[in-house]
């Protein structure tokens, strides 16, 4: 944490479903649960959206349903920030520049200031990413009220090098959007965990629900502490996942297991 930074953040997920190749359909959708987000009786601090929520997985039309740079979303998103006074963190949605799609999350602070953009680094094969998509290239770290995060997307928590990169660069949290499906639960809980606990930093990912052609998304969008601990987990359906996080923690747990301190990095790559 820096100084002034706040003791505590309340979060708030949205896991939704998403209606497949059709972007207003999507926003308007999800700004409805966004509002009933900000409605509640502990307002959140931190508004997280799922992956690729303007379209979902219509990759086959992508090139003609991405919101070019981003300006439709980047628009609604910042309206909305600075209209309840919260920070969200866009998920992330189907981006054209110039004749490329991206898979980009747009970050904003409680002024509708925009504070980060990520696009996925590591694009899924087994759902043809790569065909339709562009990768990535940066590493994105960004601050909520004076606590640095770090961005990643879905399949990138398969990937340790990112985070443990991220966490590196003095993230205390991460956020994952994903559209993460059935039958692979067990792996969903268990990378998640598994990044928290080696990175000792929060972990805050949230998935959307529902089926999509002959795929079943299964949220359990899910908080978890620098412990591995779960402070909170959604269900199957559609819901406004809540948690908050204890600003000081990391900084605790780091205290109490010097992994950072004890790292080795001149004998890992020989």
Not at 30 to 37: S, T
Not at 90 to 114: C, H, L, P, Q, W
Not at 135 to 145: C, I, R, W
Request: negative net charge.
């Amino acid at each position: 944490m820096t100084d002034g930074a706040k003791p505590q953040l309340n979060i708030a997920l949205i896991q939704a479903y998403i209606e497949i190749g059709e972007p207003g359909v999507n926003m308007n959708h999800l700004a409805e649960m966004m509002e009933k987000a900000v409605a509640a009786e502990q307002k959140p601090d931190v508004i997280v959206l799922p992956e690729m929520w303007n379209t979902g997985y219509a990759l086959d039309r992508i090139g003609e349903l991405a919101d070019p740079n981003g300006e439709e979303t980047k628009r609604r998103l910042s309206d909305f920030a600075k209209r309840h006074g919260v920070h969200i963190v866009g998920g992330s949605v189907a981006e054209k520049i110039g004749d490329r799609i991206y898979n980009t999350m747009y970050v904003f602070g409680r002024n509708g200031e925009s504070t980060a953009k990520y696009s996925k680094m590591h694009l899924f094969r087994l759902m043809d990413e790569e065909k339709f998509l562009h990768a990535g290239e940066e590493a994105v770290t960004f601050e909520l009220d004076g606590m640095k995060a770090g961005a990643s997307i879905c399949y990138d928590i398969r990937f340790p090098e990112l985070s443990r990169t991220l966490a590196l660069a003095g993230a205390n949290v991460l956020f994952v959007p994903a559209e993460w499906p059935h039958p692979r639960l067990h792996h969903w809980r268990t990378l998640l965990t598994a990044r928290a606990i080696e990175n000792q930093m929060y972990v805050v990912a949230c998935n959307r629900v529902g089926r999509s052609g002959e795929t079943e998304f299964f949220g359990h969008s899910m908080l978890i502490d620098p412990w591995g601990e779960v402070i909170a987990e959604g269900g199957e359906e559609e819901a406004v996942v809540t948690g908050t996080l204890d600003c000081a923690l990391p900084e605790e747990v780091k205290g109490r297991i010097p992994v950072f301190e004890d790292r080795r990095p001149h004998l890992y790559f020989k």
